[in-house]
């Protein structure tokens, strides 16, 4: 955490980056939409993201051509929908580097893939005495299913620390696996609340050396960033469509596919079987026997336009020039005395999700008067409310970014929290 003075900001910096900020924008129907004659600035992409007119056409595209369900009809609609359906996965798999698209379960987000994982793997794993390692800066979704698992199984949790600059204790990491072990490390790639990056793939690796299995929550890095499942030896890695410009209700659960074939169903219904009698039944090959019932056709297909759209663009371009517009933000508030910013101060090493306080004005009545000034973000505990003791604060307001913002929308956001000062009288 960083307490700030004030001090002169500059009147002007111009992006080094050749990213066409404003034609990427013009893709975004929303961030054009005024609230009281002021266009809305979007700051809380971490909670969900706005969706191209490519994504939103290809929407409409399937509910008024192609709509029909998938894998069974031999009609030609339905032959079109499972077709998409199925693409999008492979552009999914391609997407992360998967081994192929047999790794990639569609559920509704990536609390339904962590809650998957706890009620398949774990519960057929985990036993009296095993032991869950994670962090302190962990999202609620992951942790809520392990408190419930634990309970079930007679298991136990153990928290990695993180340090006051908002980084992962990797001293206490290492004192974890080493002391009576884990079967399973599952920790956030980069925190929702701090914008911490934590180095999952050296994580990955110490863990596999104490054969602990380990589920990455990469809900705030595959928007963000090229992230290699490959690369990383991740056994599972989960994340959501609608923090990546697509859909809601539609997210990816990744796994190696020794782990996916030795796994019971999470679900039971039609389209994961292979065969139903009255006292038994048999299972389709994964992905398939993890996909009971209709599942989100179109929000499968969605997310593969929202995948095609941000690889036109860049994963390494997107990741790069929210870097430098997270060193901005953090310069730009930096320099309104009382402001308190949490988590670290390196934008190499952070997302751009930039959370604080200001002076003892309370988080929900900082982002009321925001809104006042059409700027949306978030206030409260962010579903993380163990961070939120360890940080000694029981809320803190949240500005996240995507490659859709702008610094314009940084000064406007620094020169209304210097009103809600003037306003609080502080």
Known sequence: MQTSKSTPRPKERV???????????EDFPILHRQVDGRTIAYLDNAATTQKPKQVIDTLVNYYTNYNANIHRGIYRISEEATAAHEAARAKIAQFINANSPQEIVFVRGTTEAINLVAQSW?????????????????????IVPWQLLCREKHSHLKYVGITDDGHLDGSDYQMQLENDGAKLV???????????????????????????RVLVDAAQSVPHMPVDVQDLDCDF?????????GPTGI??????????????????????????????????????????GTTNI?????????????NQIGMRKIRLYEQELTRYVLDSLSRIKGISIYGPRDPTQREAVVSFNV???????????????????????????????????????????????TEQEVDRLAESLERAKRVFKL
């Open 15 to 25: 992006s080094t980056l050749a990213f066409d900020v404003a034609k990427i924008r």
């Open 122 to 142: 774990g519960r057929h794993n985990l036993g009296p005495g095993d032991g869950i390692i994670l962090t302190q800066m962990e999202h609620h979704s992951n």
């Open 186 to 212: 599952t920790v956030s790639h980069a925190s929702n609340v701090l914008g911490t990056i934590n180095p999952v793939r050296e994580m990955i690796r110490d863990a596999h050396k104490h054969n602990s």
């Open 237 to 245: 890695l989960a994340f959501s469509g609608h923090k990546m410009c």
């Open 251 to 292: 997210g990816v659960l990744y796994a190696k596919k020794e782990l996916l074939d030795s796994m019971p169903p999470f679900h039971g219904g039609g389209e994961m079987i292979r065969e139903v009698h009255m006292y038994e039944s048999t299972w389709k090959d994964p992905p398939y026997k993890f996909e009971a």
């Open 298 to 310: 179109a929000g499968a297909i969605g997310l593969g336009a929202a995948v095609d759209y941000l």
């Open 359 to 405: 002076g003892d004005i309370h988080a929900h009545d900082m982002a009321t008067l925001l809104d006042e000034d059409a700027i949306c973000v978030r206030s409260g505990h962010h579903c993380a409310q163990p961070l939120m003791e360890r940080l000694g604060v029981s809320a803190t307001t949240r500005a996240s970014f995507y490659l859709y913002n």
